[in-house]
């Protein structure tokens, strides 16, 4: 049997990377997406040498806001292993600051990374799976998605767009046998919130936290169930409910979090 083959944009580190790890352990020939190519080797050495039978990784340098990119790194996918079957779009960025006083390139590069960049990655993916008879596209949104954000707005609208993109794409594609996913992700202890553009610290701390691991084992068991919406715990529903029944005061919650602190 050929073994299913996942495509996983920003794999070069946080959940990106430990997704890669977890499907290979999973058997899956994994693809992987992202612009650190040195990166990129070190994950294909450190899945080479997993102590179990392991799918093997294919390193893809590239920038998932460049379309001609990804349609290049999924034609060598299919050149490498025939068939794609999962796409798990994950490469974002965050960005910390008010929106009248951002830096507009910071923007721009939250927007082109986290909106272009998932539309990009399912454009390229899905003729692919058309071709293998069908797929499965796991995109990763966030909790905030549901929420008013002061100070980290850009991001949150972001994601709030590619939840909102998501649920359509699912009726879309359903009748090609390609299953969609909106993988709403909490607060996960990555390099992601340290490499936020913008300034000052982004989010203060005292709230739960999740290992990228944890994240990346849920990602897996999704590709097998193709459940409509991924939330990974208690404290994420709560969220996300707190977001409908009481929006302003999840705002204010939020403001509290994200505001900078004077002199950032």
Same mark, same amino acid.
């Given at each position: ?48 040498? *997993? ?26 996918? *299919? ?58 596209? *796991? ?31 699912? *009726? ?93």
């Amino acid at each position: 049997m050929t073994a299913r083959v996942v495509f996983i944009t920003g794999a070069s580190s946080g959940i990106g990377r430990a997704a890669a790890l977890a499907f290979a352990r999973a058997g899956y020939q994994v693809c992987g997406l992202a612009r650190r190519a040195v990166r990129l080797e070190a994950l294909r050495e450190e899945i080479a040498a *997993l102590p179990v039978s392991h799918g093997e990784f294919l390193a893809l340098a590239g920038d998932v806001s460049d379309l001609a990119a990804q349609e290049a790194a999924v034609a060598r996918a *299919l050149e490498r292993f025939g068939r794609l079957d999962v796409l798990v779009a994950n490469a974002g960025v965050g960005q910390h600051g008010a929106i009248a006083e951002a830096d507009w390139d910071h923007i721009e590069t939250v927007l082109r990374t986290n909106i272009d960049g998932v539309l990009h990655s399912v454009r390229a993916a899905v003729p692919a799976m058309r071709e293998s008879g069908g797929g499965h596209i *796991l995109i990763v949104t966030s909790v905030v998605a549901g929420l008013h954000c002061p100070y980290t707005a850009i991001y949150a609208a972001s994601k709030a767009f590619v939840s909102s993109l998501a649920g359509s794409l699912r *009726l879309e594609l359903e009748d090609g046998n390609i299953a969609v996913t909106d993988v709403l992700v909490g607060r996960t202890h990555t390099e992601f919130n340290q490499n936020r553009l913008g300034s000052g610290e982004a989010a203060r701390g005292g709230l739960p936290t999740m290992s990228a691991e944890e994240v990346a084992l849920a990602l897996v068991r999704a590709a097998e169930r193709k459940p409509r919406r991924l939330i990974m715990s208690l404290f994420d529903r709560l969220i996300l409910a707190g977001g409908v029944a009481a929006p302003g005061i999840m705002a204010r919650l939020a403001k509290r979090q994200y505001k900078p602190e004077p002199g950032d």
